[in-house]
C-alpha cells in the first residue's frame, strides 16, 4: 500500500501522524488555599502541579513549540530534562516529537517517553489533550512510584506549553 501525503508540499502520511479522537476528561484541581475542600468528600490529591511553561507562536517552525516552552518551565524550576522521570509528549507527527526530543536532548527511545502511547498511539482528543497528558502522567508516576513529570504539547500556529508535576 502506497500512503501518500495529502498535499505536495506535505511530507507526512498517515502512517505517522495521529488521529483524531473524541475523547472525555474530568480533573479535580483544588487551590492551595481550601486544602480542606478535597478531605470533606474524601477525595485525595494524587500531585501538584508544581509550575507551567509556555510559549507564544514560532509560526517558522510549526510543531517545536514544546522545546521552548519546556526550556521555559525547567529555567523556573531550576529543573534539567533529566529530573523528569516521566515525560508526556503529544505528538503530532513523528518526526515532530522527535524533533522536539532531539532539541531537549532526551533519546528518542527513552521509556521515560510516552511509556504508554503517545497521540499516535492513542489519538489526539481534540479540547481534551492537555488533561489526558497530565492524568497520564500522574497515573505513570503513581504506577512506577516516581517523582516528577513533565507533559507538554504544541499548540497551533507554533506555540507550546509544559506543565510540571510531582507526585504527592
Do not use: Y
Request: aromatic fraction near 2%; charge should be positive; proline fraction near 5%.
Amino acid at each position: 500500500m502506497n500512503l501518500s501525503p495529502s498535499r505536495l508540499s506535505e511530507r507526512f502520511t498517515a502512517r505517522d501522524s495521529r488521529s483524531l479522537r473524541t475523547a472525555r476528561a474530568l480533573a479535580r484541581v483544588r487551590t492551595t488555599e481550601r486544602p480542606d475542600i478535597v478531605h470533606v468528600h474524601g477525595l485525595r490529591s494524587a500531585a501538584l502541579a508544581t509550575a507551567a511553561g509556555i510559549r507564544r507562536p514560532f509560526v517558522t517552525l510549526h510543531g517545536i513549540g514544546p522545546v521552548p516552552s519546556t526550556r521555559k518551565l525547567m529555567e523556573r524550576l531550576g529543573l534539567k530534562i533529566t529530573d523528569f522521570d516521566l515525560i508526556e509528549l503529544n505528538e503530532a507527527f513523528a518526526s515532530q516529537g522527535i524533533a522536539c526530543l532531539r532539541q531537549l536532548g532526551v533519546p528518542e527511545d527513552s521509556e521515560r517517553v510516552n511509556p504508554h502511547g503517545g497521540a499516535i498511539a492513542l489519538g489526539h482528543p481534540l479540547g481534551m489533550s492537555g488533561a489526558r497528558l497530565t492524568l497520564t502522567a500522574v497515573h505513570g508516576l503513581e504506577k512506577r512510584n516516581r517523582k516528577r513529570a513533565l507533559a507538554t504539547m504544541c499548540v497551533g500556529v507554533g506555540q507550546g506549553v509544559s506543565l510540571a508535576v510531582e507526585r504527592v
